[in-house]
């Protein structure tokens, strides 16, 4: 039976195709890779080496502002110096940040697009932990500190 290897790229339809195109790049570091001549739709990819594109912006987007279209993006980051550095910024732009958890497995960060598209940046932790689960967390604690205090939060939910 054929298997899906990876998922490819996904795409997003807007209503304002100019401002959705400089948060992701501006903001979250993604780089045009081809741009449709018509000027009103680009690819877009945070690995341009490997991955030709991972997102589709395009306008045209016909659905009301309050439809749930997508359930979630979430998008890998290096390190938790990453993801305080994403949180100081959305701070500074402000993005509006629904949840600083941990899933156990992870240093995450939930927020929204100026869309109300709802995104995910995440640094993940090499432990095997069961999902659902999700906790707040202090990003404001050092590497060592914060890991710890995620050590203590999965031991303590006794899903260990």
Same mark, same amino acid.
């Given at each position: 039976?054929?298997? $899906?290897?990876? &998922?490819?790229?996904? @795409? *997003?339809?807007?209503?304002?195709?100019?401002?959705? *195109?400089?948060?992701?790049?501006? $903001?979250?570091?993604?780089?045009?890779?081809?741009?449709?001549?018509?000027?009103?739709?680009?690819? *877009?990819?945070?690995?341009?080496?490997? +991955?030709?594109?991972?997102?589709?912006?395009?306008?045209?987007?016909?659905?009301?502002?309050? $439809?749930? *279209?997508?359930?979630?993006?979430?998008?890998? $980051?290096?390190? &938790?110096?990453?993801?305080?550095?994403?949180?100081?910024?959305?701070?500074?732009? @402000?993005?509006?940040?629904?949840?600083?958890?941990?899933?156990?497995?992870?240093?995450?960060?939930?927020?929204?697009?100026? +869309?109300?598209?709802? &995104?995910?940046?995440?640094?993940?932790?090499?432990?095997?932990?069961?999902?659902?689960? @999700? +906790?707040?967390?202090?990003?404001?604690?050092?590497?060592?500190?914060?890991?710890?205090?995620?050590?203590?939060?999965?031991?303590?939910?006794?899903?260990?």
């Amino acid at each position: 039976m054929p298997k $899906v290897t990876s &998922l490819g790229h996904i @795409g *997003l339809h807007c209503n304002d195709y100019p401002k959705m *195109l400089d948060f992701y790049t501006r $903001v979250l570091g993604f780089t045009v890779t081809d741009a449709f001549p018509n000027g009103n739709a680009c690819f *877009l990819s945070a690995r341009p080496a490997e +991955e030709h594109h991972e997102i589709l912006l395009t306008s045209g987007r016909t659905a009301p502002d309050d $439809v749930k *279209l997508v359930q979630q993006i979430s998008m890998h $980051v290096g390190s &938790l110096d990453d993801i305080r550095a994403f949180h100081k910024l959305f701070q500074e732009e @402000g993005v509006k940040e629904e949840r600083i958890i941990t899933h156990g497995n992870t240093a995450s960060i939930y927020f929204r697009d100026p +869309e109300n598209n709802y &995104l995910e940046v995440y640094y993940s932790i090499p432990v095997e932990f069961p999902q659902p689960f @999700g +906790e707040p967390i202090d990003l404001e604690l050092d590497d060592d500190a914060l890991l710890q205090q995620i050590a203590d939060i999965r031991a303590a939910s006794g899903k260990v």
